[in-house]
């Protein structure tokens, strides 16, 4: 493979900085021991009002180092490849080790799971490569889109254009080495309309590891000035049980408290409110969740977990079943499981839908909430509870009548979970969770 564009390093550099630091832990008397070697470069430009606001660039570089002295394990890590730095940055790792106290489940992931080394290139990057002032171009005719839309969107919190690119490469003892290079490129615009105590704002993305893939920068400026506009006149409600439709961008997050409940960690320190739940049914019985690492240009997409574990398309939930956890091989040990796949997090999770547009999920409804916006982090990870902030649009005989503001939702996720009405077909493609609506029956809406 040649070195991609504006890398300082080729990745024959990186396997060879790998396989010098395994020889480097070796010799130091480690039974076992494993390297990430990475690297990035990226920028961000935002422009407001159609001057530019900031201009960022960023490069970095890391070698993390792990060694194994039966059950001890020591971690170091530096930003400095020479010769000297790799050596003071293994035996640290080493001393490290050396002075921890025993932990009979730490380890290297079993040999029998390790991807083929052979593995094809799962075709993540695309660079792109733009000036400064074409990134601002861009940025300055997506906002202009947003302030367009409607002659009350007087003002903006900006247009940002983010370009990034790493490279990276794992490598163990047990002979396992891989490594590829990705991209992460995305658009964003936030802009605001009313003045004094009326004022309301919204914003549109977009986010993709290909320019291509992305959408055009009129339209994420338009979309960001039509939901703008549409939260002119907002007003508070009063206190009620309704159902609520959960918008796309925020239902993906419904399945992130899951993801978060059943995986290792949580698992294992009790800290879930979904303890044992394998082969249980968490869910309504249409909630269908796939995990696909292998879908072209993913955000989630990879051949190898962070323990160079090969990763694999399976249910994690099948008519509402969970089918299995979240884990790497230290929690599946603490657990007596196997491995997933799935140290370093999920890869690309996609929920199934039950066949409605948006327009289809509203007449669902009929008179309920519709969420466009929540706001902190009220989500009890022990006990479920679910309370946060949100904005959004009271729903009348399946259309929106009006917008609403400073109201907060509640209810358990348990419960939510099980109340799930239906899961709309227009799914966003935006992160590692491909998701649409959600109605979920019978929330506590607090307002007046």
């Not at 960690?265 to 269908?288: E, I, N, T």
């Not at 292998?294 to 079943?321: K, Q, W, Y």
Request: aromatic content about 8%; proline content about 4%; overall charge negative.
């Amino acid at each position: 493979m040649t070195v991609p564009a504006r890398f300082s390093q080729s990745p024959e550099v990186l396997r060879d900085l790998a396989a010098r630091v395994l020889e480097l832990a070796r010799q130091a008397g480690a039974s076992a021991a494993e390297v990430d070697v990475s690297e990035g470069y990226g920028q961000n430009v935002t422009v407001r009002l159609g001057e530019i606001e900031t201009i960022e660039h960023n490069r970095d570089k890391d070698i993390a180092v792990t060694v194994y002295f039966g059950a001890r394990r020591g971690h170091a890590s530096t930003s400095d490849f020479s010769d000297q730095a790799l050596a003071d940055t293994v035996r640290a790792a080493c001393t490290i080790a050396r002075h921890t106290a025993e932990d009979p489940f730490a380890g290297l992931a079993d040999p029998a799971l390790l991807a083929p080394v052979d593995f094809p290139d799962p075709g993540l990057f695309h660079p792109w490569d733009l000036a400064v002032e074409d990134a601002a171009e861009l940025a300055r005719r997506c906002e202009a889109a947003a302030l367009g839309v409607d002659a009350r969107i007087r003002n903006s919190e900006g247009a940002g254009l983010s370009n990034h690119a790493s490279q990276f490469v794992y490598a163990n003892s047990n002979g396992f080495l891989g490594g590829f290079p990705a991209t992460h490129h995305s658009l964003g615009c936030t802009v605001i309309i009313g003045e004094g105590d009326n004022m309301q704002r919204d914003y549109w993305y977009s986010s993709a590891r290909s320019a291509a893939a992305m959408e055009a920068c009129e339209q994420v400026g338009r979309t960001a000035g039509e939901r703008t506009a549409r939260r002119a006149g907002a007003r508070r409600i009063a206190t009620c049980k309704v159902p609520v439709l959960f918008e796309a961008p925020i239902a993906a997050g419904l399945f992130g408290s899951f993801v978060a409940a059943v995986s290792g960690g949580s698992l294992y320190r009790k800290s879930s409110f979904l303890p044992d739940c394998a082969g249980s049914r968490v869910f309504a019985p249409h909630v269908q969740l796939v995990e696909d690492p292998a879908i072209p240009l993913g955000m989630g997409s990879t051949p190898f977990d962070n323990e160079g574990v090969a990763t694999r398309r399976r249910h994690v939930i099948r008519d509402g079943v969970v089918e299995g956890y979240f884990l790497g091989s230290y929690s599946a040990r603490k657990l007596g499981l196997a491995t997933t796949g799935n140290a370093g997090g999920a890869h690309n999770l996609i929920v199934s839908d039950t066949g409605q547009d948006f327009a289809g999920l509203l007449r669902e409804m009929g008179s309920g909430l519709l969420v466009t916006d929540t706001l902190g982090h009220g989500v009890n990870p022990v006990t479920g509870d679910y309370s946060r902030g949100a904005a959004g649009f009271w729903v009348e005989n399946g259309v929106l009548a009006y917008p609403v503001e400073e109201i907060t939702i509640a209810g358990n996720l348990k419960d939510m979970y099980r109340d799930i009405r239906a899961i709309g077909a227009d799914r966003l493609v935006r992160g590692s969770r491909t998701c649409g609506s959600i109605l979920v029956d019978g929330m506590t809406v607090a307002g007046e």
